[in-house]
T-cell receptor, first 112, second 113 residues
Framework: ETGVTQTPRHLVMGMTNKKSLKCEQH?????MYWYKQSAKKPLELMFV???????ENNSVPSRFSPECPNSSHLFLHLHTLQPEDSALYLC???????????FGPGTRLTVL | QQQVKQSPQSLIVQKGGIPIINCAYE??????FPWYQQFPGKGPALLIA?????SEKKEGRFTISFNKSAKQFSLHIMDSQPGDSATYFC????????????FGTGTRLKVLA
C-alpha cells in the first residue's frame, strides 16, 4: 500500500449504530487530519493530530470521536449519527511544518 | 474572517480554452495558498501553491495569479484538456506549525473534447 488509505470506502449505517472509519498513512508523516466533504460546501476540517496529540477540534459534535494510536493510524468512531452527517469523510496526512497534505480517497458515509 | 470565497461553482470550456477560477480571502494572516484537484472517487491532490511574496507562479499548464492588496488569487489552466475535467479547490492557510487549511467551495470544471 502506498500513500493514504481509508477503509471502508462506503458505509451505510442507521442512526443507532456504532461504526469506525480507519485511515492509514504510509508516508512517514507525523500529522493527520479528518475532513468532512459535503456537496456544495467547503471541506470542513474536523480534527488535527500532530505527533499523536490532538491539536485541533473544530467544534465537532461528540458523536464523532477520533483516535490516533500511533503516527500511521487514525480512526473516527461514529455513534448515534444524524442523517445530516451523511458525507464523504477524508483523511489526510502531512509532515508537521510541511505544507502539502496528502489525502486518502475518502469514506462515503450514508446515515439512514 | 476565516472564509475563502470561490467562483464560479461550475465551468465548461472547449478543449484548448483557458478556464479561470477565482478565490478571495479575508484573513490577512494567511500566507500560503494552495490549489487542490479532485477527480471522482479520489481524494484531493495538491496541484500548485503560492506564497504572497510573488504575484504569479507557473507549473506546466497551471498558473496562479496573486493580488495581495485585493486579497484575491486565481488559477488559470492553459491549453485545457479533457483530462483536466475535475473539481478544483482553493485554500488558504498560515504557514506556521501544522497547516490548517480553509477551503473554498470548489469549482467543477468540464473540458469538452
Amino acid at each position: 500500500e502506498t500513500g493514504v488509505t481509508q477503509t471502508p470506502r462506503h458505509l451505510v449505517m442507521g442512526m443507532t449504530n456504532k461504526k469506525s472509519l480507519k485511515c492509514e498513512q504510509h508516508l512517514g508523516h507525523n500529522a493527520m487530519y479528518w475532513y468532512k466533504q459535503s456537496a456544495k460546501k467547503p471541506l470542513e476540517l474536523m480534527f488535527v493530530y500532530s505527533l499523536e496529540e490532538r491539536v485541533e477540534n473544530n467544534s465537532v459534535p461528540s458523536r464523532f470521536s477520533p483516535e490516533c494510536p500511533n503516527s500511521s493510524h487514525l480512526f473516527l468512531h461514529l455513534h448515534t449519527l444524524q442523517p445530516e452527517d451523511s458525507a464523504l469523510y477524508l483523511c489526510a496526512s502531512s509532515q508537521d511544518g510541511g505544507y502539502e497534505q496528502f489525502f486518502g480517497p475518502g469514506t462515503r458515509l450514508t446515515v439512514l | 474572517q476565516q472564509q475563502v470565497k470561490q467562483s464560479p461553482q461550475s465551468l465548461i470550456v472547449q478543449k484548448g480554452g483557458i478556464p479561470i477560477i477565482n478565490c478571495a480571502y479575508e484573513n490577512t494572516a494567511f500566507d500560503y495558498f494552495p490549489w487542490y484537484q479532485q477527480f471522482p472517487g479520489k481524494g484531493p491532490a495538491l496541484l500548485i501553491a503560492i506564497r504572497p511574496d510573488v504575484s504569479e507562479k507557473k507549473e506546466g499548464r497551471f498558473t496562479i495569479s496573486f493580488n495581495k492588496s485585493a486579497k484575491q488569487f486565481s488559477l488559470h489552466i492553459m491549453d485545457s484538456q479533457p483530462g483536466d475535467s475535475a473539481t478544483y479547490f482553493c485554500a488558504a492557510s498560515r504557514s506556521t506549525g501544522t497547516y490548517k487549511y480553509i477551503f473554498g467551495t470548489g469549482t467543477r470544471l468540464k473540458v469538452l473534447a
